[in-house]
Protein backbone atom coordinates (compact mmCIF):
# COMPACT_ATOMS: atom_id res chain seq x y z
CA UNK A 1 0.00 0.00 0.00
CA UNK A 2 1.48 3.42 -1.00
CA UNK A 3 0.93 5.29 2.51
CA UNK A 4 1.97 9.22 1.90
CA UNK A 5 3.40 10.90 5.13
CA UNK A 6 3.05 15.12 5.45
CA UNK A 7 6.29 16.11 6.88
CA UNK A 8 6.00 19.62 7.96
CA UNK A 9 8.69 22.40 8.53
CA UNK A 10 9.60 22.75 11.97
CA UNK A 11 11.63 25.53 13.90
CA UNK A 12 13.69 24.05 16.47
CA UNK A 13 13.61 26.64 19.80
CA UNK A 14 13.99 23.77 22.33
CA UNK A 15 14.65 24.25 25.60
CA UNK A 16 11.77 26.78 24.14
CA UNK A 17 9.80 24.67 22.46
CA UNK A 18 9.29 23.07 18.42
CA UNK A 19 6.96 24.95 16.28
CA UNK A 20 5.60 23.11 13.30
CA UNK A 21 3.80 24.47 10.18
CA UNK A 22 1.01 23.11 7.99
CA UNK A 23 -0.66 25.22 5.13
CA UNK A 24 -3.71 24.19 3.49
CA UNK A 25 -2.41 23.80 -0.19
CA UNK A 26 1.05 23.75 0.26
CA UNK A 27 2.28 20.95 2.67
CA UNK A 28 -1.18 19.90 3.35
CA UNK A 29 -2.81 18.64 -0.12
CA UNK A 30 -6.17 20.37 0.37
CA UNK A 31 -7.52 23.35 1.74
CA UNK A 32 -8.20 22.44 5.80
CA UNK A 33 -11.59 23.08 6.43
CA UNK A 34 -11.55 21.55 9.85
CA UNK A 35 -9.43 20.88 12.60
CA UNK A 36 -9.90 18.75 15.40
CA UNK A 37 -7.80 16.97 17.93
CA UNK A 38 -8.25 14.04 20.26
CA UNK A 39 -6.81 14.08 24.23
CA UNK A 40 -7.84 12.76 27.31
CA UNK A 41 -7.42 9.11 25.84
CA UNK A 42 -7.01 8.07 29.17
CA UNK A 43 -8.14 4.43 28.59
CA UNK A 44 -5.15 2.19 27.61
CA UNK A 45 -7.93 0.22 25.80
CA UNK A 46 -9.17 2.68 23.90
CA UNK A 47 -10.29 2.17 20.02
CA UNK A 48 -11.22 4.98 17.43
CA UNK A 49 -12.05 5.24 14.38
CA UNK A 50 -13.66 2.02 12.40
CA UNK A 51 -14.76 3.89 9.35
CA UNK A 52 -13.89 4.98 5.79
CA UNK A 53 -15.12 8.09 4.36
CA UNK A 54 -16.34 8.71 0.81
CA UNK A 55 -14.81 11.80 -0.16
CA UNK A 56 -13.54 13.62 3.30
CA UNK A 57 -9.44 13.78 2.62
CA UNK A 58 -7.72 13.79 6.53
CA UNK A 59 -3.88 13.94 7.32
CA UNK A 60 -3.40 12.64 10.85
CA UNK A 61 -0.71 14.05 13.79
CA UNK A 62 0.16 12.50 16.79
CA UNK A 63 1.09 15.85 18.70
CA UNK A 64 2.51 13.90 21.62
CA UNK A 65 3.00 10.89 22.85
CA UNK A 66 2.42 7.70 20.27
CA UNK A 67 -0.66 5.62 18.85
CA UNK A 68 -0.97 2.88 15.76
CA UNK A 69 -3.11 3.72 13.02
CA UNK A 70 -4.25 0.42 11.36
CA UNK A 71 -4.96 1.46 7.31
CA UNK A 72 -7.06 -0.97 5.34
CA UNK A 73 -7.59 0.10 1.70
CA UNK A 74 -9.95 -2.61 0.93
CA UNK A 75 -7.52 -4.50 -1.11
CA UNK A 76 -4.00 -4.54 1.14
CA UNK A 77 -3.36 -3.68 4.83
CA UNK A 78 -0.67 -2.13 7.05
CA UNK A 79 0.00 -0.80 10.17
CA UNK A 80 1.94 2.59 11.20
CA UNK A 81 3.36 3.35 14.42
CA UNK A 82 2.96 7.23 14.71
CA UNK A 83 5.19 8.39 17.12
CA UNK A 84 7.32 12.16 15.55
CA UNK A 85 5.45 15.13 15.77
CA UNK A 86 6.64 16.15 12.50
CA UNK A 87 5.57 13.67 10.30
CA UNK A 88 1.53 12.78 9.74
CA UNK A 89 0.07 10.16 7.54
CA UNK A 90 -2.75 10.99 4.69
CA UNK A 91 -5.91 9.45 5.00
CA UNK A 92 -7.43 9.51 1.78
CA UNK A 93 -11.13 8.82 1.02
CA UNK A 94 -12.10 5.32 1.21
CA UNK A 95 -9.65 3.89 3.91
CA UNK A 96 -10.57 2.34 6.53
CA UNK A 97 -8.49 3.68 9.32
CA UNK A 98 -8.49 2.49 13.32
CA UNK A 99 -6.36 3.97 15.73
CA UNK A 100 -5.34 2.35 19.02
CA UNK A 101 -2.19 1.54 21.50
CA UNK A 102 -2.59 5.25 22.43
CA UNK A 103 0.73 5.97 25.01
CA UNK A 104 0.00 8.00 28.23
CA UNK A 105 -0.89 11.78 27.51
CA UNK A 106 -0.97 11.23 24.07
CA UNK A 107 -2.82 13.55 21.54
CA UNK A 108 -4.45 13.59 18.02
CA UNK A 109 -4.22 16.30 15.77
CA UNK A 110 -6.55 15.98 12.54
CA UNK A 111 -6.65 18.34 9.02
CA UNK A 112 -9.76 17.45 7.18
CA UNK A 113 -10.67 18.84 3.88
CA UNK A 114 -14.49 19.59 4.55
CA UNK A 115 -17.02 19.84 7.34
CA UNK A 116 -18.65 17.24 9.25
CA UNK A 117 -20.82 15.31 7.40
CA UNK A 118 -22.03 12.11 9.23
CA UNK A 119 -23.60 11.45 5.08
CA UNK A 120 -19.43 10.81 4.74
CA UNK A 121 -19.05 8.37 6.64
CA UNK A 122 -18.76 4.67 6.25
CA UNK A 123 -19.20 2.80 9.59
CA UNK A 124 -20.19 -0.93 8.42
CA UNK A 125 -17.04 -2.81 7.63
CA UNK A 126 -18.71 -5.08 4.86
CA UNK A 127 -20.47 -2.10 3.44
CA UNK A 128 -16.92 -0.37 2.53
CA UNK A 129 -15.55 -3.90 1.31
CA UNK A 130 -18.35 -3.57 -1.26
CA UNK A 131 -17.84 0.06 -2.17
CA UNK A 132 -14.09 -1.29 -2.77
CA UNK A 133 -14.69 -3.63 -4.75
P1 LIG B 1 -15.60 9.98 14.97
O1 LIG B 1 -15.16 10.66 13.73
O2 LIG B 1 -16.36 8.68 14.80
O3 LIG B 1 -14.36 9.74 15.94
P2 LIG B 1 -13.09 8.76 15.78
O4 LIG B 1 -12.88 8.49 14.34
O5 LIG B 1 -11.95 9.51 16.39
O6 LIG B 1 -13.36 7.53 16.56
O7 LIG B 1 -16.47 11.01 15.80
C1 LIG B 1 -16.93 10.70 17.12
C2 LIG B 1 -18.19 11.52 17.38
O8 LIG B 1 -17.89 12.91 17.33
C3 LIG B 1 -19.30 11.27 16.35
O9 LIG B 1 -20.52 11.11 17.06
C4 LIG B 1 -19.36 12.50 15.53
C5 LIG B 1 -18.74 13.58 16.38
N1 LIG B 1 -17.95 14.51 15.57
C6 LIG B 1 -18.49 15.72 15.20
O10 LIG B 1 -19.64 16.05 15.52
N2 LIG B 1 -17.73 16.59 14.44
C7 LIG B 1 -16.49 16.28 14.05
O11 LIG B 1 -15.80 17.10 13.36
C8 LIG B 1 -15.93 15.00 14.42
C9 LIG B 1 -14.54 14.61 14.00
C10 LIG B 1 -16.69 14.16 15.19
Known amino acids: MDIKRVKL???DDTPD?????AEGGKNIPFDIKRIYYINQLD???AVRGKHAHKKLEQ?????NGS??????DGKEKTSIL???????????????????????????????????DESDYIRDYDEFIALCA
Open 9 to 11: QSF
Open 17 to 21: GEIFI
Open 43 to 45: NPK
Open 59 to 63: VIFCV
Open 67 to 72: FAIDLD
Open 82 to 116: LDATSAGVRLPSHMWHTMHGFSKNCALLVLASDYF
